[in-house]
Structure formats: structure tokens, C-alpha cells
């Protein structure tokens, strides 16, 4: 089969691989039909390079339909249509009886010190081969995959695996407050449905905020008030100016690692990156810093006693926290990989409607085969062609 491999920094390419096959009896194998590029795909492709290996398969973003089950997969059978999350868990253990999949017991990285196994996501989370590919072995397959009708086009339902359900997850740490207000930092595809989630679940004011022209008018045509970084001079002043001085009262940060801003840290991660796999290892895991305006960004603007929802990913272990401002200002934080399968249930309810409530099938600017995926992710990298989200069909 084609899949798309990595083979070094900001080096992707499709290559011939052999068929996955069903190795454990609750596996299934899914042959892709639609699968996505995910801003965390570009930390792969630039940070997290020490924990990969030249013909790793990417991707944790895919759906498609059933082509074979293992013996103990009672729930599903060759030919039915499924979307699957992007953390694998079992449904069974202590962590996913209390809706914390992503730190499933029976899937963790436990020589990483890692939670739940990722698709596509570096020898950290397991290094299972990823959905930028023409098939893909679905571990636990007897909990994982949601069963989809055949009612609507893929774009309906690709997001359940994992940006739509982050975003919700997001808005709900947010905690946002009757008649509150929240602040997005970040329009990237998590952003803007985090935007449109918010909206939908009633929340009047919300504030997104970005430097990318064609980001800040979707999220205008969804409802946001927006904040462009590029015109003002500190961001936290020009959301206080918006909400009665105090600041949101609550504030989602959906950019993470690759936030624009702090050069030496940008520095620091750059050149990890391109030393030796060990000693960058070391280096990440002891002195890695990540760049973080956008999360001191959303410190700076919330309102005191307020919420501060992360759904951004960071993996340095020595980022520097304003400690004293977040006691001071009686901040709350949430954060963490999103618990796909706590959400699933409610938002396929939700999408699988007769009308697109959350407008997915118009969030991807582009479509393209997986053969031009090497370009794709420099086209999302660079945010060129008014690049937002990606899709690539096998």
C-alpha cells in the first residue's frame, strides 16, 4: 500500500509499505477513505524529530471502512463505516471507567511515561503506524472506532477524530460562565471550531484571536469578535478593552509549541532537534523549553479567578510559568490530551444531523490525493494559499 512516511526534518514523503495485518483478535483493519493533516503533525515534522525513525507512517486523523476483524471484535464487521480516534484505549480499564481515555491503562507508553498510544504520533506514544495511508491496523477495535451511517460526505464526521472533540473539550474546561465571555487564542482548525462549539453552546461573546487574515474572517463569519496580534500592541490590553477591563472570563489557548514569539526558545528547539536522536532526547527531556507567548498570552488576559483551558500541545520539561501571576490572579487550569471518547456520543448526535450545525464540510481549504501530501504539509506549514485545513484522500 501508499502511505506517507517520515524520513527526517521537514522530510515526508509516500512510499510503498507493506499491508498492516490483524495481529491482536480485537484488531480491525480500515481501509482510509479520508484522512487530515493536524497542526500537531507539524511538530513531527519539525520538534519532535529525535523520537522518529526514517519509514514511520504519519497521521491521526482518518476514517474509512471496515475490511477485516479480528475474532474478538463483536461490534463491527467488513463493510461498515467508521471514524477512529486518534488515542487508542481498551474502554475497560480503571482510567477509561472514568472518561480518561487518553491515559487508558492498557495502551500506555509506560517505558515513555507516556499516557495512551497514539496513531501516527512518534516512539513517545507508542509508535503505532499512522492514517496517512491507504489502510491502517486499528489496535482495539472492539472499543475505539465510532460506527457511522452512510448518510453524509466524509467531512461530516473526519473531525470526530480528534480536532472537533478537542475543541469541545476545550470550550468545556474553559468553564465559561452564564452570560460569560471567552477568548480563543489561536484560529487554527481547533480554534475555529472552537469558535463555532462555543456559539453553538450559547456562550454570546466570543473573542478569537490570530495574525493570519483569511483565520480571522472565518471566525468572524462564525460569530467571533476578533483580535488581530499584528495591530495591537499587547493582546491581554485589547481583550481587557473588550470585556469591561477585567479580561474574559475565560480563555482557550489552541496554539501550543508553535506559537509565534520568544526566538530563544525557538533557538533551543531548532537545534535539539537536529542533534544526534540521543543526545537530543536528553535535551528535550531535561532542558526543553517550549515557545510560550501564546500560553503567557491567555495568563496575561483572563480575568482574575478566571479559566485558563489548554488545548494546544506542549512537550517542553523546563518551560518557565509566571507562578506568581497565575496565584495572584487565582487563575484555574485545565489542560491535557482530549478524552475522544468521552465526547463522541454527543457530537455524532450533533453532526450526524440533517444540517451541517458546525459547518465542517466547509472548514477544509484544500483537498488533495495522498500523493501530494509532502507538499500539502509545506503549503500548512507556511499557512500559504490561504492554507487552514487539509485533506487528503488515498
Partial sequence: MKALTWQGLGDVRIDEVADPVIKDPTDCIVRVTSTAICGSDLH????????????????????????????????????????????????????????????????????????????????????????????????????????????????????????????????????????????VIGLGPVGQLAVRAARHLGIEQVIGVDLVDE??????????????????????????????????????????MEAHGNPVAHGIIATAARAPKPLARKTIE???????DALHTSIDAVRRGGTVSISGVYGGSADPMPMMTLFDKGVQMRMGQCHVRRWTPELHDLVAGADDVL?????????????????????FREKSDGCIKVILQP
Wanted: glycine share 10%; hydrophobic share 35%.
Fill in 286 to 292: 531535561t532542558v526543553g523549553i517550549d515557545r510560550l
Fill in 44 to 183: 513531527l515534522y519539525n520538534v519532535l524529530a529525535p523520537y522518529l525513525q526514517p519509514g514511520d507512517i504519519l497521521g491521526h486523523e482518518f476514517m474509512g471502512i471496515v475490511e477485516e476483524v479480528g475474532p474478538e471484535v463483536g461490534n463491527l464487521r467488513a463493510g461498515d463505516r467508521v471514524v477512529v480516534p486518534f488515542n487508542i484505549s481498551c474502554g475497560r480499564c480503571w482510567m477509561c471507567s472514568r472518561g480518561l481515555f487518553a491515559q487508558c491503562e492498557t495502551t500506555q507508553v509506560r517505558d515513555q511515561n507516556k499516557g495512551a498510544a497514539l496513531f501516527g504520533y512518534t516512539s513517545l506514544y507508542g509508535s503505532v503506524p499512522g492514517g496517512q495511508a491507504e489502510l491502517v491496523r486499528v489496535p482495539h477495535a472492539d472499543f475505539g472506532p465510532v460506527k457511522l451511517e452512510h448518510d453524509h460526505e466524509d467531512e461530516r464526521y473526519l473531525y470526530l477524530s480528534d480536532i472537533l472533540p478537542t475543541a469541545w473539550q476545550g470550550v468545556q474546561y474553559a468553564d465559561v460562565p452564564e452570560g460569560g465571555s471567552l477568548a
Fill in 359 to 379: 459547518a465542517l464540510e466547509s472548514l477544509a481549504t484544500h483537498r488533495v490525493p495522498l500523493s501530494e501530501a509532502p507538499d500539502a504539509y509545506r503549503m
Fill in 215 to 256: 483565520r480571522l474572517a472565518l471566525a468572524r463569519e462564525h460569530g467571533a469578535t476578533t483580535v488581530d496580534r499584528r495591530s495591537v500592541k499587547d493582546v491581554g490590553d485589547a481583550l481587557r478593552e473588550l470585556t469591561d477591563g477585567r479580561g474574559p472570563d475565560s480563555v482557550l489557548e489552541a496554539v501550543g
